[in-house]
């Protein structure tokens, strides 16, 4: 299967642990992008790459939020000191830059984080 | 900013009905319009989108045209079937990068 992947699928953490999430985006796509999605709502854009470097930011909820992606290919987004409210699907999506190639984001599976 | 409203579900419908999920838009440009699918267990899935005005995207059996005149990307599908039972996500894009969503509209489909 050459889709989205994401790890861990699931998470369940104590208030106030960090967690890290990784995404592993489909191979020819040179973006990357990470969303939230509560319950009962559409997913909501938190920041994304292109290649390496990290081109909007500013959508990330709060400055426990951060995202990296090293070498322009794999994705981890870290929540420092997690806060119940922090509970969600984080999802992942990739596509090319150009509509000439397909713009089309593929989704993965998503990570449900629960934050007791 | 950018938003889309969608009509609030659940919608529940028998099989071989017609489905509207109505879906209007805010967007300071010009902006794609996108109709996504989330199966029960699955990821989220593209259906069908349109770029330009007068445009309609389609996709097994689904139809949505995009209307500026009134910020509209209607879905609809003219008989529809049990196993099309999922959340249908409206969205927007302006300049190829993020994607703006509605908050969804179950559709329940009964025998």
């Known amino acids: 299967d050459t889709g989205v992947s994401q790890d861990p699928r699931h998470k369940i953490t104590k208030r106030g642990q960090n967690v890290t999430f990784r995404c592993d985006p489909i191979?020819?796509?040179?973006?990357l992008y990470w969303y939230r999605q509560t319950l009962g709502q559409g997913p909501e854009f938190l920041t994304y790459?292109?290649?390496?470097?990290?081109?909007?930011k500013s959508r990330l909820l709060s400055d426990r939020f951060s995202a990296e992606r090293p070498k322009g290919s794999f994705s981890t987004l870290e929540i420092q000191r997690t806060e119940q409210g922090d509970s969600a699907m984080y999802l992942c999506a990739s596509s090319f830059s150009r509509e000439g190639l397909g713009f089309r984001q593929f989704f993965g599976p998503g990570t449900r984080l629960t934050v007791l | 900013g950018d938003s889309v409203t969608q009509m609030e579900g659940p919608v529940t419908l028998s099989e071989e009905a017609f489905l509207t999920i109505n879906c209007t838009y805010t967007?300071?440009?010009?902006?794609?319009l996108f109709w996504y699918v989330q199966y029960p267990g699955e990821g989220l899935q593209l259906l069908l989108k349109a770029t330009k005005a007068d445009d309609k995207g389609s996709n097994k059996g689904f139809e949505a045209t995009y209307r500026k005149e009134t910020t509209s990307f209607h879905l609809e599908k003219g008989s529809v079937q049990v196993s099309d039972s999922a959340v249908y996500f409206c969205a927007l894009s302006e300049g190829y990068s993020t994607l703006t969503f509605g908050k969804g509209t179950m559709l329940l489909v009964s025998p």
């Open positions: 191979s020819e796509h040179n973006r």
């Open positions: 790459f292109q290649n390496e470097a990290q081109l909007e």
């Open positions: 967007a300071t440009g010009y902006p794609s």
